[in-house]
């Protein structure tokens, strides 16, 4: 199965935003493991190191951080065409459009967001990480339910000392 993951999922389990942390963190895991193909957009990748260079003085803790969810999920890149075809969508926010359109062209088969309601026009349904959870990956809601936490989330963490209020 293939997803596309909305920037705030990672910025969830980078900042240990509560009580959105551990079913993010799920999402990672299970694109870790192989079990999904998550993907990201080269925007979010642009959008995460800005709000994170902001926390770190250290520019190789921050590469270190970006280089490891690097090594988690894979980048849809953006084409002339996305952003084309984004405009035509009946979106209020561009951004989730040309995300919308990312994910429809690379055949994801969800988007998974904290902000479903953002992606209502949107050609690839969108899901909260819960919802996804409950719906293709009973086992992980459950392993959540019990306090277990996820490698990918502790790959991540390890470099991350900036507490969630801040990101």
């Known amino acids: ?10 910025l969830d389990v980078l900042a240990k935003r509560k009580p959105f942390y551990k079913s993010s963190a799920c999402i990672l895991h299970l694109s870790e493991t192989k079990v999904v193909s998550c993907f990201i957009t080269a925007n979010s990748v642009t959008d995460i190191f800005f709000i994170l260079r902001k926390h770190f003085t250290d520019k190789q803790e921050l590469h270190s951080i970006m280089q490891r969810l690097l090594l988690i999920v894979d980048i849809a890149d953006t084409l002339k065409s996305d952003i084309m075809q984004a405009f035509e969508l009946e979106f209020n926010d561009y951004e989730d459009a040309l995300q919308a359109r990312c994910a429809k062209r690379i055949k994801a088969e969800y988007i998974i967001t904290r902000n479903q309601t953002d992606y209502k026009n949107s050609p690839v349904p969108a899901i909260s990480p819960d919802d996804f959870l409950a719906q293709h990956y009973p086992e992980c809601s459950r392993k959540i339910a019990s306090g277990y936490v ?6 991540l963490d390890a470099h991350l000392s900036t507490p969630s209020a801040q990101l």
Not at 1 to 10: E, G
Not at 150 to 155: D, G, P, Q, T, Y
């Open 150 to 155: 996820v490698r990918a989330a502790e790959i």
């Open 1 to 10: 199965m293939k997803i596309l993951i909305d920037t705030n999922i990672i």
